[in-house]
C-alpha cells in the first residue's frame, strides 16, 4: 500500500512533512498539495474534528499522523513529538505555519490577553516546535525548515504592533536558525506573504463574518493554494538549493499599507 501510493512520485522520495496548523488556511491547503505529490504528512492543530476529517481525505493519497496539541502547551508539543511512531520518526520538513493575528487596534487600547497569545504562538510556539525536532536534524545532517512570517514581519502598520512584533520576531528566529543550523546542512526558509484570504481575519476580528470578509472585498486576495505551490516549490528544490526568503502578495498588494482595492 504505502510503496504504491509513492510508486510515481518522483519529487516527494517519500519525505516526511510535518505542517503545524493544518486545520484551515495555509496548513490545509498545504497537507493537501503534499498529499498529492505523495509526502508523508504529520499535520497538526487543535481543532480534531478537522484534523481527523483531513486525515480520512488525505489517507487515500498518501500516510497521514494526526497531532492535536496547542502549540502554546510546551509539554505537549515535546511529549507528542518525541513519541512518534517509527514510520514518521525521521521529519524531513517541518512548516511552522501554525498562527494568526489577534486585534487590530492602538497598542494603548488593545487587549494584553490578544499581545499575550500572539507572542505565546507566533512566536513561543514556534520555538517550541522547532526546539523539539532540531536535534534529530541536526543529528542526520539534513532537514529542512519553512516559517510561515509575514509582511508583517517585514513593515510595521498601524494597529498592526504586536502581530507585527510577533513576525518581526518569526524574521529573526529564521535568519538565526539559517545560521545556526547551517554547519549541519540544514536548509532553513521564510515566506513572508501579504494578504492571503483564510480565516485569519476571521480570528484577528474574533469572529466577525463581515469584517472578515470586508478585509478580501475590491481585489483578488492570494488564496492558500498560491502559498502551498510555493512551499512545494521551495522543499522540492535540489539538496544544494535553499530559498531563504520570499516576499508574496496579490497583485493589488504593493506594501503593507498600499493596497488597490477596485
Ligand atoms: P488560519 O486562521 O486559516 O489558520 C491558522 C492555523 O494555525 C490553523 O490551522 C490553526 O489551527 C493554527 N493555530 C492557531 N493557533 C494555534 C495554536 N495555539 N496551537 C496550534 N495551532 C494553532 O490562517 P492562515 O492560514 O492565514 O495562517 C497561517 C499562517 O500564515 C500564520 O502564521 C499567519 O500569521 C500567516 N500569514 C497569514 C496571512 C494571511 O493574510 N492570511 C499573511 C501572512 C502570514 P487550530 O485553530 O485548529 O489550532
Ligand atoms: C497577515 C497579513 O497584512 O494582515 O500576516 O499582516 S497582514
Request: glycine fraction near 6%; aromatic fraction near 6%.
Amino acid at each position: 500500500m504505502y510503496f504504491w501510493y509513492n510508486k510515481s512520485k518522483k519529487n516527494s522520495l517519500m519525505k516526511t512533512v510535518l505542517i503545524t496548523g493544518a486545520t484551515s488556511g495555509i496548513g490545509m491547503a498545504t497537507a493537501k498539495r503534499l498529499a498529492t505529490e505523495g509526502f508523508k504528512l504529520i499535520l497538526t492543530g487543535r481543532r480534531e474534528a478537522r484534523l481527523t476529517a483531513l486525515k480520512e481525505s488525505l489517507s487515500k493519497q498518501t500516510e497521514v499522523l494526526t497531532l492535536n496539541f496547542d502549540v502554546r502547551d510546551k509539554e505537549l508539543v515535546f511529549k507528542s513529538l518525541q513519541s512518534l511512531p517509527e514510520a514518521f520518526k525521521n521529519i524531513d520538513v517541518l512548516i511552522n505555519n501554525a498562527g494568526n493575528a489577534h486585534g487590530l487596534g492602538p497598542i494603548d487600547q488593545a487587549d494584553i490577553d490578544d499581545f499575550e497569545s500572539m507572542i505565546d504562538i507566533n512566536v513561543k510556539g514556534l520555538l517550541y516546535v522547532s526546539k523539539a525536532i532540531m536535534p534529530q536534524m541536526v543529528a542526520r545532517k539534513s532537514g529542512h525548515i519553512v516559517n510561515i512570517g509575514s509582511i508583517a514581519g517585514k513593515e510595521v502598520y498601524p494597529n498592526g504592533n504586536v502581530y507585527c512584533a510577533s513576525k518581526h520576531a518569526v524574521d529573526a528566529i529564521s535568519k538565526a536558525m539559517r545560521i545556526d543550523l547551517n554547519a549541519h546542512g540544514i536548509r532553513v526558509g521564510e515566506i513572508n506573504p501579504g494578504l492571503v484570504e483564510t480565516e485569519f481575519s476571521l480570528v484577528r476580528f474574533k469572529g466577525d463574518a463581515q469584517k472578515a470578509k470586508s478585509v478580501y472585498e475590491g481585489y483578488k486576495a492570494l488564496q492558500a493554494k498560491d502559498i502551498a505551490d510555493l512551499i512545494h516549490f521551495m522543499i522540492t528544490r535540489p539538496a544544494h538549493v535553499n530559498i531563504a526568503e520570499v516576499l508574496i502578495l496579490p497583485t493589488a498588494q504593493a506594501n503593507a499599507v498600499t493596497l488597490h482595492k477596485e
